[in-house]
């Protein structure tokens, strides 16, 4: 079963996540990069519509290719973190969570942060927002990750549940590449007119 929007009691649940945006407009989000060929087509996609997005980056993955980290940058999307090696929340001891967090920041150099697969025990929530970490998860699923998935399954699921103030998550990754190359774009242009500008 695919959760494909998040359920509004879990938003209820942790309200100081940022769940939706705060003025209206649809925020792409792109997780698990930066990779060497796929971010740049997505920033490709992205200048077409004149849209900005946010890519929440593997500090693996930022240390080694740095120069898309910076082309990121200098097409005005905002960077996040998210975590140094992918850790899964609910498998990892609270500290070591946070330390993986906190090393990430060192290459990603931002205080934005997604938990990986949106996993997250409450103590490391609070030790993170403590820390002044500014948590970002997200209001619909495209599921380009899931290798069982078609892209017409994704575009279906995003069709149906984006709407004004969604923020939605792709993945920038190989993995999700051959649903993503044809999600994407499709996406971008059904939602034009609202997309995030700033």
């Not at 998040?6 to 792109?30: H, K, S």
């Not at 992205?46 to 593997?58: E, Q």
């Not at 999600?183 to 059904?190: A, R």
């Amino acid at each position: 079963m695919r959760i494909t929007r998040v359920p509004r009691w879990t938003q209820w649940a942790f309200p100081g996540m940022e769940w939706r945006t705060q003025n209206g407009c649809i925020l792409p989000t792109f997780d698990d990069g930066p990779h060497p060929d796929i971010t740049p087509w997505v920033l490709e996609q992205l200048r077409r519509y004149n849209a900005k997005g946010v890519f929440f980056l593997v500090g693996e993955n930022a240390l080694r290719f740095p120069e898309i980290v910076k082309a990121i940058q200098n097409e005005g999307h905002l960077i996040g973190n998210h975590s140094m090696t992918h850790l899964n929340g609910l498998q990892t001891p609270t500290n070591v969570y946070v330390d993986d967090v906190i090393k990430a920041s060192s290459h990603t150099s931002t205080t934005l942060f997604r938990p990986p697969y949106g996993k997250i025990k409450p103590q490391q929530y609070t030790e993170l927002k403590q820390r002044g970490y500014r948590i970002m998860m997200w209001e619909v699923l495209s599921y380009d990750f899931d290798q069982s998935a078609e892209a017409n399954d994704c575009l279906r699921i995003l069709d149906k549940h984006t709407r004004a103030g969604s923020i939605v998550v792709f993945h920038d990754s190989e993995k999700a590449w051959p649903r993503l190359e044809h999600t994407l774009p499709t996406w971008l242009k059904n939602n034009r007119k609202t997309l995030n500008r700033e």
